[in-house]
């Protein structure tokens, strides 16, 4: 059984950073792609970013291009979110990912391309 732990979030002021970590077991963490999303008060759940299983390539939204990194450490079966000049309009309950597949041909990015879900992180950006 898949199980992700997240850790990190909380309250900060725009401008300010945040980091998010999400620890995974259950599955050979290498053999897939990662990702978060995230789902703000009254909306729908989105992409965020996503990493390939080696962590050679990386896809953000558009949104938070040139703010957000995702990396990973496979020794650690860890994927982090480092979110930097974060906006009021990034408030939104956070969520890591597992890809369904197993050596992914390409950076997935939507809802379908993960299986397993994290139990959500608070990120909240006061104005």
């Known amino acids: 059984q898949v199980q992700l732990v997240q850790s990190g979030g909380g309250l900060v002021q725009a401008g300010g950073s945040l980091s998010l970590s999400c620890v995974v077991s259950?599955?050979?963490?290498?053999?897939?792609?990662m990702g978060w999303f995230r789902q703000a008060p009254g909306k729908e759940r989105e992409f965020v970013a996503s990493?390939?299983?080696?962590?050679?390539?990386?896809t953000y939204a558009d949104s938070v291009k040139g703010r957000f990194t995702i990396s990973r450490d496979n020794a650690k079966n860890t994927v982090a979110l480092q979110m930097n000049s974060l906006r009021p309009e990034d408030t939104a309950v956070y969520y890591c990912?597992?890809?369904?597949?197993?050596?992914?041909?390409?950076?997935?990015?939507?809802?379908?391309?993960?299986?397993?879900w994290g139990q959500g992180t608070q990120v909240t950006v006061s104005s």
């Open positions: 990493i390939r299983r080696l962590g050679s390539s990386t």
């Open positions: 990912a597992v890809g369904a597949y197993a050596y992914p041909l390409r950076t997935p990015s939507r809802e379908s391309d993960f299986d397993s």
């Open positions: 259950g599955r050979t963490f290498s053999t897939y792609a």
